[in-house]
Nanobody, 124 residues
Framework: QLRLVESGGGLVQPGGSLRLSCAASGFSIDLHAIAWIRQAPGTEREGVLCINPDGGSTNYADSAKGRFTISRDSAKNTVYLQMNSLKPEDTAVYYC?????????????????WGQGTQVTVSS
């Protein structure tokens, strides 16, 4: 059974950093695209970053460029989202999801397995 579990969320001040983790079980992250998606209250889900099986990444959100990076640890079967210079507008529930390819733009229909999400709140 495919399972994804996010962790690492919390409350952080503006300008701070967080690293989110997405632990996978039941499948290998090296064979799937893994995306980070966020959703703020009253808004649609927004793709943030995605990493392909070949290790290449796709940045879905212009607001994340230069601040967020995605990486993976194959030995731990875990994908990470490093978030720096956080802003209040980054506040959202962050999800990771598995699919067959990142593609050039985010389409939630391309990702069949999702985690339960982790809350990130950026506030002073």
């Amino acid at each position: 059974q495919l399972r994804l579990v996010e962790s690492g969320g919390g409350l952080v001040q503006p300008g701070g950093s967080l690293r989110l983790s997405c632990a996978a079980s039941g499948f290998s992250i090296d064979l799937h695209a893994i995306a980070w998606i966020r959703q703020a209250p009253g808004t649609e889900r927004e793709g943030v970053l995605c990493i392909n099986p070949d290790g290449g990444s796709t940045n879905y959100a212009d607001s994340a460029k230069g601040r967020f990076t995605i990486s993976r640890d194959s030995a731990k079967n875990t994908v990470y989202l490093q978030m720096n210079s956080l802003k209040p507008e980054d506040t959202a529930v962050y999800y990771c999801a598995a699919g067959w390819g990142c593609n050039w733009s985010f389409d939630p229909a391309n990702f069949g397995s999702w985690g339960q999400g982790t809350q990130v709140t950026v506030s002073s």
